[in-house]
């Protein structure tokens, strides 16, 4: 690890994932910056003791608008343009890793075609953290070789839907879905219906590593009545397949505790 304070460079921009919200899982690098950059935009997916943590009078808030609304992609995108350009340096705050349904794709893309230099700084990633805090390996020797990470934000009846839950469903692997509480009961049904067992485990870990985190654990045909019944609400993550399953043979010596935990099977 370098020594001293580290160095923002001005008229730079950093695209840093936060990890999932405990703070302790910010990366070294992640902390580092956040204290040494002029201006650090984020959103909420941080977290509140991460957000909480960040320098007053030196932080944007770019997520939801006064009404509600999320701020369009595009002045997020001019916004970290103009803060390089005016000499800053400038730390883009996103939840997990930026580059995981992060949008840091699409901003290190703009950056770059303005001109601007940019740093990636990896994070820890809700899709893998959130499933490991509640005691579920994404992969298993005995349970799975491979693992799928997809949105859940679509509609899977859609003819033209950019998840093919078929194939899917076919692959055998672990499906961890992210932005995927709304549409629970639409792509739990459209898998049973392309042949996955409907007794395959799942779980919903909501808010991983936050206070308050709550894991829900049932079958693709008891997961949305399960998740009902414990009240899961966005963010949170589904785990789909076998793995889910082990939460249960390491819960009662599983330490990860975050606060209220709500539990179901
Ligand atoms: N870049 C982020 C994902 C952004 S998409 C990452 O790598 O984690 C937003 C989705 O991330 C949420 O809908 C939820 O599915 C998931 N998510 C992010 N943080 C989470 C957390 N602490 N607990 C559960 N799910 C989380």
């Keep these: 690890m370098s020594e001293g304070p580290i160095e923002a460079e001005p008229g730079t921009v950093y ?3 936060s990890g999932p919200g405990d703070p302790d899982l910010l990366t070294v690098k992640a902390k580092r910056l956040l204290e040494a950059a002029d201006v650090v935009l984020h959103d909420k997916l941080p977290g509140p003791e991460i957000i909480e943590s960040l320098p007053e009078g030196r932080r944007e808030d770019v997520g939801k608008r006064a009404g509600g609304e ?3 992609q595009v002045e997020i995108n001019e916004r970290l343009v103009e803060l390089a350009q005016e000499n800053k340096s400038v730390v883009r705050l996103k939840g997990g ?8 794709g699409e901003e290190a893309e703009y950056l770059a075609a303005h001109g601007v230099p940019f740093e990636v700084v990896p994070a820890v990633t809700s ?7 509640a005691g579920i390996p994404v992969t298993h020797r005995d349970h799975a070789s491979a693992v799928s990470f ?14 093919d839950w078929e194939a899917l469903a076919a692959g055998g692997g672990t499906i961890v879905v992210l932005m995927g509480v709304k549409r629970l009961p639409d792509y739990t049904a459209a898998l049973c219906e392309a042949g996955m067992d409907p007794e395959t485990p799942v779980a919903l870990v909501e808010r991983a590593t ?3 985190q709550q894991v829900a654990v049932g079958t693709l045909e008891t997961i949305v009545d399960v998740s009902n019944e414990v ?3 966005p963010p949170a993550v589904t785990v789909i397949g076998d793995v889910a399953s082990t939460r249960e043979s390491v819960a009662d010596f599983l330490r990860n505790d975050y606060g209220k935990r709500v539990e179901t099977y």
């Design 127 to 133: 899709a893998v953290a959130a499933p490991a805090v």
């Design 15 to 17: 695209l840093v994932g």
């Design 150 to 163: 997809v949105t859940g934000h679509e509609d899977p009846t859609k003819a033209e839907s950019a998840v």
């Design 97 to 104: 890793d930026s580059f995981i349904f992060g949008r840091g």
């Design 70 to 72: 999320r701020t369009p």
């Design 231 to 233: 009240g899961i609400s």
């Design 210 to 212: 936050w206070p308050g």
